[in-house]
């Protein structure tokens, strides 16, 4: 049989982390100028212990190309946002223009690579 959780008492216990309204608009303006060059075709948002995530995906068949992460309170780093690339760090800044303009430039360098294939 499963275990009952009581959702208000668990949400409490955990540092549940998310992004808001201007980190969510800065992040779809970014998404939305790669989608409408082509590079970019699906997201995901995952909120995992002390952390918030936004992935993007070439297809939604495919790993994360990108992950924009917010570490929570509990993290050494409280606050700061880390972009990732395929896994890779690519950097980590306490402003989440920094590590999206990082991502745009990163981005700009792999869309001629794939458009030669």
Known sequence: M???FNLAQYRKAKS?????RTELMQLMNTYSRQVASGAWRDYAID???GMAMFSIFRSSHE??????????????NAGHFVALHS?????Q???IQNVLDAVEKR???????????
């Not at 896994?87 to 950097?91: A, L, Q, R, T, W």
């Not at 981005?107 to 794939?114: E, F, G, Y």
């Open 63 to 76: 790993t994360a190309i990108f992950t924009v992460i917010k570490l929570g309170a509990d993290h050494k």
């Open 87 to 91: 896994g890779e760090k690519i950097k």
């Open 107 to 117: 981005a700009r360098k792999v869309v001629p690579l794939l458009k030669s294939r």
């Open 47 to 49: 909120h995992l212990d």
């Open 2 to 4: 499963g275990t009952l």
């Open 93 to 95: 800044s306490s402003e």
């Open 16 to 20: 549940f982390v998310h992004f808001d």
